[in-house]
């Protein structure tokens, strides 16, 4: 469970309610599907996992983003049953969107855990290639969770306005990631020193779908007017750039992150803002040796220590970190700056300075 963001407040506005309300409605759907795939002999053991993979753990950032939206925007302090479905309904997305770029990115840990296809290749361990065999049955699992993303968010008893303002937001989402992911994957083993191309993967692949859409979709279901649209998308944007900057700096230096973690993004040579930072910094025997381990699939430990050494020292990291604080305070002016109901801008403040924390 992620700490409470703000733990003093009471219902609706606290924060860690809202996350039991929509882990409530995760674990009904989720257990009525696997008792409808049991009743048609259906194999369980797709259901089984991604109910997993699911309520196992995360930050739940865009359902609680959806949620303060509709604070934000002056929805009624009793939080309509549909608001925590829709909001449910983008977690499932969120979690097709991660089960997905697993498989892309070949990483064998989330959360602490193997990822959805290392999980199937061991539970199937049996079969001759178990290693593709897990990678194909990790991107149905990742299909079936869009679906059924789709159907939460059917249920969910909007109005006509608010359907077209949810499938809009949702289709939005979805095309963002999309461009992102495929932008990464085509700067991938050719990071170059590009600091606004590393910028631009961020805002398509992370800030969109992670922040700023959730907000947004929360606030339309409440009926925002432009102006509280504008003013949380320039909260969003500030924050989901600072948010994704921060982890780039924990998947590489931070202790949240397991040994293999740490090594991933080095040993792929991903297009990130602090690789580009550090490239375009290097010079010399030092810009040798850096693009050397980059993108080196036999990298070990040693020579991930040394490229996190040579970021410090060619100040990658103290720029990165700046540019975190920096869109921190962007953030935060932002919220100063709407017109608000007070609780909500209280949670908006509480959750930039939480998930842009950059300490290891």
């Known amino acids: 469970m992620v700490e409470p963001v703000c733990a003093e407040w009471t219902v609706p506005h606290d924060m860690t309610g809202v996350r039991d309300r929509v882990d409530a409605v995760l674990e009904s759907f989720l257990s009525e599907k696997a008792r409808v795939a049991d009743r048609e002999r259906l194999p369980t053991d797709l259901v089984d996992a991604l109910h ?179 003013a949380l998308s320039v909260y969003a944007r500030a924050l989901g750039e600072a948010v994704h900057l921060t982890e780039d700096l924990h998947r590489v230096f931070g202790d949240r992150a397991g040994t293999d973690s740490r090594l991933e993004d080095l040993r792929d040579g991903r297009h990130t803002a602090l690789v580009a930072s550090a490239l375009g910094r290097a010079v010399g025997g030092t810009a040798v040796e850096l693009r050397a381990l980059l993108g080196n699939p036999g990298l070990d430990v040693r020579g991930a220590t040394l490229c996190r050494d040579i970021m410090t020292e060619v100040g990658a990291r103290e720029e990165i970190e700046q540019m975190v604080a920096l869109r921190r305070e962007q953030a935060l002016n932002a919220v100063d700056d709407m017109h608000v109901p007070a609780p909500a801008r209280q949670v908006l403040r509480a959750l930039a300075e939480h998930l842009t924390n950059t300490e290891g």
Not at 133 to 141: H, N, P, T, W, Y
Not at 148 to 161: F, K, M, Q, V, Y
Not at 176 to 183: I, K
Not at 188 to 198: F, Y
Request: charged share 25%.
């Open 52 to 230: 997993s993979f699911v309520c196992r753990g995360g930050k739940r950032i865009c359902p609680l983003l959806c949620v303060l939206g509709w604070f934000a925007a002056g929805g009624s302090d009793r939080l309509p049953t549909a608001v925590v479905r829709v909001a449910a309904a983008l977690e499932l997305q969120h979690a097709a969107v991660l089960i997905h770029r697993d498989v892309i990115e070949r990483r064998l840990t989330r959360r602490g855990f193997p990822t959805m296809s290392c999980a199937m290749a061991d539970r199937f361990a049996h079969k001759p290639d178990r290693e593709r065999f897990g990678r194909q049955a990790a991107v149905l699992l990742g299909d079936l969770a869009l679906a059924w993303s789709d159907e939460l968010l059917c249920s969910a008893h909007l109005s006509a306005r608010q359907r077209a303002a949810a499938g809009a937001a949702m289709s939005a989402m979805r095309m963002e990631v999309v461009y992102g992911q495929y932008l990464e994957v085509r700067a991938a083993g050719d990071p170059v020193a590009d600091l606004e191309r590393a910028l631009e993967i961020v805002r398509y692949k992370t800030v969109g779908y992670t922040c700023e859409r959730p907000l947004q979709l929360g606030a339309r279901l409440a009926g925002a007017d432009e102006n509280t649209q504008a």
